[in-house]
């Protein structure tokens, strides 16, 4: 089971919009789901798979590392949208913390996947139109103009990322889903699985990111 639903940002929503959908609704989904039967052991005994789909943005939020210069800048920096995207990343970080304190008491593994910016998303497109835009723009089409702004968000974000130290690379939906299913369907592990995407955990990154986080 996939949960990929993520709101917050919509016109005209109530201020909890972001907290119902990212949260609540999660959280009834999978009471729902598990009441009904519907998450079952394969035939071999294995355990049904909870996909909980996140960003960067929510999963490192409020935590920092050392750049290259030994300067301390948030790992899931979003500036264009910060002040927006903040109660949607606060929420969706409140919503996986809740499936990971609800997963023990599952007869399910859960995943946890987490990517960076995804270029093609409606939410890029929005923070693009939001901080990227230029008057140089006004004489393109529509979608030369969206694809300009959506490019320079990019790069702004990969600059961040290679500036800590981390992989640049930033994942499409598709790529992303893919990497999800693989996960999903790997046997190996139990309980709780990461997939963070790029490989932020890598040791360069875990022995920094880890010091920190130890004091």
């Known amino acids: 089971m996939v949960l990929s639903a993520s709101g917050g940002l919509e016109r005209g929503k109530p201020e909890d919009y972001a907290h119902?959908?990212?949260l609540v609704a999660q959280r009834e989904t999978v009471a729902g789901v598990t009441e009904a039967g519907l998450l079952v052991r394969?035939?071999?005994?294995?355990?049904?798979?909870?996909s909980f789909l996140t960003s960067h943005q929510?999963?490192?939020?409020?935590?920092?590392?050392?750049?290259?210069d030994g300067v301390l800048r948030?790992?899931?920096?979003?500036?264009?949208?910060?002040?927006?995207?903040?109660?949607?990343a606060e929420s969706k970080r409140a919503g996986v913390d809740m499936l990971m304190d609800m997963q023990p008491e599952l007869?399910?593994?859960?995943?946890?996947?987490?990517?960076?910016?995804?270029?093609?998303?409606?939410?890029?497109?929005?923070a693009a139109i939001l901080g990227f835009k230029d008057e140089s723009d006004k004489g393109l089409s529509k979608d030369d103009r969206r694809q300009l702004q959506?490019?320079?968000?990019?790069?702004?974000r990969q600059a961040e990322?290679?500036?800590?130290?981390?992989?640049?690379?930033?994942?499409?939906?598709i790529e992303f889903s893919s990497a999800t299913v693989r996960?999903?369907?790997?046997?190996?592990?139990?309980?709780?699985?990461?997939?963070?995407?790029?490989?932020?955990?890598?040791?360069?990154?875990?022995?920094?990111f880890g010091n920190l986080e130890q004091g």
């Not at 394969?42 to 909870?50: N, R, V």
């Not at 959506?150 to 702004?156: E, F, H, I, N």
């Not at 990322?161 to 939906?173: A, C, R």
């Open 74 to 88: 948030p790992i899931g920096s979003w500036e264009a949208i910060n002040d927006r995207y903040g109660r949607v």
């Open 107 to 126: 007869d399910a593994r859960l995943l946890v996947s987490s990517t960076d910016l995804i270029p093609d998303s409606g939410v890029a497109a929005a």
């Open 58 to 68: 929510a999963w490192y939020l409020g935590r920092s590392m050392p750049d290259r």
């Open 20 to 22: 119902e959908v990212n």
């Open 42 to 50: 394969d035939e071999d005994g294995s355990l049904p798979t909870i």
């Open 183 to 208: 996960e999903a369907l790997n046997p190996e592990w139990m309980g709780i699985g990461l997939l963070l995407l790029p490989d932020h955990q890598n040791e360069d990154t875990f022995n920094r």
């Open 150 to 156: 959506v490019s320079r968000l990019v790069a702004a």
């Open 161 to 173: 990322l290679t500036n800590l130290g981390l992989d640049p690379k930033l994942y499409s939906s």
